[in-house]
């Protein structure tokens, strides 16, 4: 009789650089979104000054030691420029403080996916729907977070609410 692997979650960190040639700019604390970052043709009726597309992902694999199931994985964090578009009247710091608190929104979910996978019990059978199960609740997180910053802030145009919205961020960030 086998007895079940002791499980060990490991998240290992994106360190690729920067690809200026990419399509795809991988999230990384120090690099803030440009405008140049944008560069899809904005419909020709916008329901918005701008759309940033950003999301993230989780790759990685399994690898049994022994009498320990390790689990590596890496969060990627990204912001499609291809599909992410800016309209000339709201091209200034401001639009563009506004578009990167979404990329902040969608760093923020995706850290607190890897903390409700590295505090899951997870079991040696299961463990890849588990983690896939969290995955699309932190992903419909993401979205809904998403949607109630552009309502909430009417896309930017309410000062005040993005202001306590970019300090709610920050906060949970650090708390994190």
């Known amino acids: 009789m086998s007895t079940q692997p002791v499980i060990k979650v490991v998240f290992v960190p994106d360190t690729r650089p920067e690809n200026s040639q ?24 916008p329901k918005s000054g701008a759309v940033s597309y950003s999301s993230f992902a989780y790759e990685g694999g399994s690898i049994r030691k022994k009498d320990t199931l390790y689990i590596n994985l890496t969060l990627q964090v990204f912001h499609i420029k291809s ?22 929104i969608t760093w923020l979910v995706a850290l607190r996916f890897r903390k409700k996978v590295t505090q ?52 949970s960030l650090r708390a994190l």
């Open 120 to 171: 899951m019990e997870l079991t040696a059978d299961d463990y890849d729907s588990m983690i896939q199960y969290e995955y699309i609740e932190s992903f419909r997180e993401m979205n809904r977070l998403q949607e109630a910053y552009d309502r909430e802030t009417n896309h930017g145009i309410n000062h005040f609410v993005q202001y306590q919205w970019q300090q709610a961020i920050a906060d």
């Open 22 to 45: 990419s399509d795809t700019l991988f999230y990384h604390s120090d690099r803030k979104l440009q405008w140049s970052d944008f560069q899809a043709a904005p419909p020709s009726r």
């Open 83 to 104: 599909a992410s578009w800016v309209t000339p009247p709201v091209q200034d710091d401001y639009g563009l403080a506004h578009e990167q608190l979404h990329f902040d």
